[in-house]
Each structure stands twice: as C-alpha cells, then as structure tokens.
C-alpha cells in the first residue's frame, strides 16, 4: 500500500456505512417468508442470516471485480467521485426504508457512482456495455426467472404434498424454508458483500493505494462482511414487513419454493459475475409464489410501488451523487458539506423513522407498534367539573316518566257518629 489520504479513509467509512445499510436494508431478502410463515422467530431468523451472510462475503470476489474493474473508467476516477457515489446510495437506501419499500441496494450504489463518474469525467468515464449486460439486463431478467421458477415449484410442490399427512408436510416444508433461507442469506453475503468490495478496491485504485487491476485486500473482504452481517442482524423490519405480509400471504410450502427460487438465481448470478438485485429475485420469487398457489392472490397495488421504485433507484440516485460530487469539486471544503449533509439527512430520516416504531415484536402485524407516549391528562377545573355533575337533560323525543307514589291514607279526629274522613293527598 503506497498512501492512505484522509479523503481515502472518509470513502472507506462512507462505504462500509453503506454496507451496513445494504444489510439491515436488504434482510427481508433472506428472511421475511420465513418470519412471516413463523417458520422461524425474528430475533433467530436475523441472526442466522447474519452469520451466513458474512461467510458469503468469502466465497467469491467476481461482482466485486465487475464494480472496480468494469463499470466505470478507474483512470479517469478520483476517491471524492466514491464518495459522492456513496451519498446517494446511502440515501435513497434509508429513504426506501422508511417507507418500508424493497427497493435495490445494487442498484442505488450503481446509480450513484455512474451519476458521480459523469459529473466528474463526462459519460465516456461509464462503459455503457457492462452496464447493459451486468447490470440492466440481470436487472430485467432476475424477477421474472425467480417468479416463473417460484409459480412452477410452488404448483409443483402443492401437487407433490396433496396426499402427505398435513402437519407432517408443514414441518417439512418449514425445515426446507429455513435451510432454502440460509441459502439466500448465503447468496446475499456472496453478492451484496461484493458490491461494498468493488467500491472501497476502486477507491484505494483510485487514490493510490493498490495498484490497477488489483482484486479486494483480504483487510477489504473482512470489512465489508462484518459490516453487512451487523446491518443484516439489526434487520430491516419494516421491509421485512412488506415484503412478508404485504405482497401476499405466504404458507410454508409457497416459502420455501420462492426462497429455493430466489437462492438459486443469485448464486448463479454471483458465479457468472452479473452485479443483480436480490430484492428484484426475491420479490419476484415472492410473486411467483403466490401466483402459484391455488386461491393465492398478490397485491397488486403494494408490487407497483415496489416497480416504481425499481424504476426511480439508478437515476435518483444518479442524481444525488452527480450533485454531490459537484459540490465536492469545490475544495476540501465542498467534501465537508456534502459529509455534514449527509449525516443530518441520515438523522432526520431515523428520527421520522421513530415516529411509528416497526421491530421483531410487530413486524408480522401481530400487535399495534409502539406508541409515543402521551403526557399525563391536566386535572378537571371547577368549571369543568361542575358541568359532568349536571344531570344531561332527555333527549329530544324522549318520553318523560314521572312516578307517583301512591296515596297512604290518613285518619283525622272527627265526631263520635261521623265516620273517618281521610286526609286530603298532598300535591
């Protein structure tokens, strides 16, 4: 390693920031059909998805050398272009987040760094045939393969299990969920884990640090894993709510077909070094899964704000890191600006965040979230308190009813001959 600059250690805290959001963000790939079928509790689901998710990252450096070697013109790309690359990644990560909207974590990074390469060097910094094949097309292509992979085995494994004795079937079906989880999990660690490689290795490359051409330092692997495993364990709840509940109902068997479905394209994807979404997989999988299923239905109105979603990442983010990195051409000055700006967006969008709180204990809808909550009621005035002691008046067309006791006679003093005479009813 020849130098480490300031602005190289920023791009490298600034990655792995987005590294962890890519975690927490991407969480209901892995694990919100085996939360929501209660195949798995929360807490265990994330933290399996975590562990699984960080010995991903050692499997594989091919979507990793897709970023640093393919995407972008590394001559012509200075460690600020990365940075700027990363705000607007991060952001629209968070954004999505909040709204609980699986939106692509690969995608809002590849948006970002072809927005901050063009600012800085012109369209030519981005080779538009990589981005074609490695990027669009898998982007296309991933969640119809995972849908119709997802109807096919789902059918197929209704019609397989309609003579298995139910219960028996159901625990089968929640153990093979479980491990085809573990496979996504599996597959997102060797996937998404790359993708912060690629970044900080184009970075380094960049700044000087390694020389070109160079694959991710082992310093780099271990990072980014360990950055996606605490962001995967933190777990996205209010994404995994969505994407568990709010797309369609999913029962054991129709889990595990979608998660099988899901793993097996983004392994595959990983090996032939296409830089693919795992949310488009897995929410196409999803889909598919609950197409497949006899009197299944998808939500059709919460799946077209997830594809307008899918259609505004690459230029939202675009646009914010080609912002951003005009503001960094500004001097070391312009760098700290566009830091400080996004440390307090970062803040704002959390703080909103809190005003509905979504976690392992609601993310299924099982219990309201938590409320704020509310200050103690001010005690009653006078006034206040003498009017809730009138008596409302009936309301109109009522029938009043009033009870007359009845009379009690009553004998006075009177002649010896005369009879009793009784005493006159008092009104």
Do not use: C
Not at 33 to 52: D, E, H, N, Q, R
Not at 297 to 314: I, K
């Amino acid at each position: 390693m020849e130098s480490f600059s300031l602005i190289l250690a920023i791009v490298v805290v600034t990655a792995l920031a987005f590294d962890f959001t890519n975690g927490f963000h991407d969480t209901a790939n892995a694990m919100a059909t085996t939360i929501s079928t209660g195949a798995l509790k929360p807490k265990v689901a994330v933290a399996m998805s975590a562990v699984l998710n960080l010995v991903g990252a050692f499997l594989s450096v091919e979507v990793a050398n897709t970023i640093s070697k393919g995407l972008v013109d590394e001559t012509g790309i200075r460690p600020e272009v990365i940075f700027a690359a990363l705000v607007g990644a991060i952001l629209w990560n968070l954004l999505t987040w909040l709204v609980g909207l699986p939106s692509s974590s690969s995608h809002a990074l590849m948006g970002g760094l072809i927005g901050a390469a063009v600012a800085s060097a012109g369209v030519g910094a981005v080779h538009g045939g990589v981005l074609l094949t490695k990027v669009l097309l898998p982007a296309v292509a991933a969640p119809v393969v995972a849908g119709v992979a997802a109807l096919v085995g789902t059918r197929l494994t209704y019609r397989l299990g309609r003579k298995a004795d139910g219960r028996a079937a159901e625990k089968g079906y929640r153990a093979g969920q479980i491990a085809s989880a573990g496979l996504v999990s599996l597959a997102h660690g060797t996937n998404d884990a790359q993708k912060t490689m690629g970044i900080i290795t184009l970075a380094l490359i960049a700044g000087g640090a390694l020389a070109p051409a160079s694959d991710p330092p082992l310093w780099v692997i271990l990072s980014a894993g360990l950055a996606i495993a605490l962001g995967t364990y933190l777990g996205g709840w209010r994404i995994i709510r969505t994407m568990g509940r709010g797309l369609t109902d999913l029962q054991p068997q129709q889990g595990f077909a979608a998660q099988t479905s899901a793993a097996t394209v983004i392994l595959a994807s990983s090996h032939l070094g296409f830089s693919l979404s795992t949310t488009h997989s897995v929410s196409g999988a999803v889909m598919g899964s609950g197409i497949g299923r006899k009197g299944g239905v998808v939500r059709w109105s919460t799946a077209t704000r997830m594809f307008v979603a899918w259609g505004l990442t690459l230029p939202a983010a675009a646009f914010v890191g080609a912002l951003a990195e005009w503001v960094t051409k500004l001097g070391d000055w312009g760098t700290a600006l566009v830091a400080v700006f996004l440390v307090v967006s970062s803040a704002a969008i959390w703080k909103v965040s809190r005003r509905e709180v979504v976690d392992h204990t609601n993310v299924n809808g099982d219990d309201e979230p938590a409320a704020t909550p509310q200050p103690e009621p001010e005690p009653a005035g006078v006034v206040t308190a003498a009017m809730a002691a009138v008596t409302p008046p009936p309301a109109l067309g009522e029938e009043l009813k009033v009870t007359v006791p009845a009379p009690v006679p009553v004998v006075t003093a009177s002649a010896p001959d005369a009879p009793p005479t009784p005493a006159a009813t008092p009104v």
